[in-house]
């Protein structure tokens, strides 16, 4: 039950945020597909000269697009851990070679230290979970 805690007061120092709100060292958690992603931010966001499209409701009901009235941020440049996973396939023949095949997959890592991949991200209108602010 101790250890339950310690989690319950984990999840309470969670907070989502949008991309304005995040600073150069603080750790976020970004849905990417079905998993999570533990970044670091290694840079400020800022933001971009162009404008998006984005589809909206007029006055009828009706859906249309137009240009976006928030300004939109360039891709963000994070730090997460990426490693290489290889997988043995054989064939469904009797007589058909065993080959291998190396995928590069994600990793869920919490420690920003063994962080080995810098990426850039887009993370205009996603969920964005804060977990470490950085010290300034």
């Not at 999840?11 to 970004?30: A, F, H, N, Q, S």
């Not at 933001?47 to 007029?58: A, E, Y």
């Not at 590069?104 to 230290?113: G, H, L, N, Q, R």
């Not at 063994?114 to 602010?133: C, E, V």
Request: some cysteine; glycine content about 6%; charged content about 35%.
């Amino acid at each position: 039950m101790e250890r339950l805690g310690w989690r319950m007061d984990k999840c309470r120092k969670m907070k989502k945020v949008t991309i304005e709100e995040l600073r150069e060292g603080d750790e976020i958690i970004v849905a990417s597909g079905s998993k999570l992603r533990y970044l670091k931010v290694l840079k400020n966001p800022t933001l971009s000269d162009k404008k998006g499209w984005k589809k909206g409701v007029d006055a009828d009901g009706y859906f249309c697009w137009g240009t976006c009235s928030t300004d939109k941020y360039k891709n963000l440049l994070c730090s997460t851990t990426v490693r290489e996973v290889t997988y043995k396939f054989r064939g469904y023949r009797a007589n058909q070679a065993e080959y291998f095949k190396t995928f590069k997959e994600s990793v869920y890592e919490e420690d920003s230290t063994k962080h080995n991949k810098r990426i850039s991200i887009d993370l205009n209108y996603k969920d964005i979970l804060l977990i470490k602010r950085c010290k300034q």
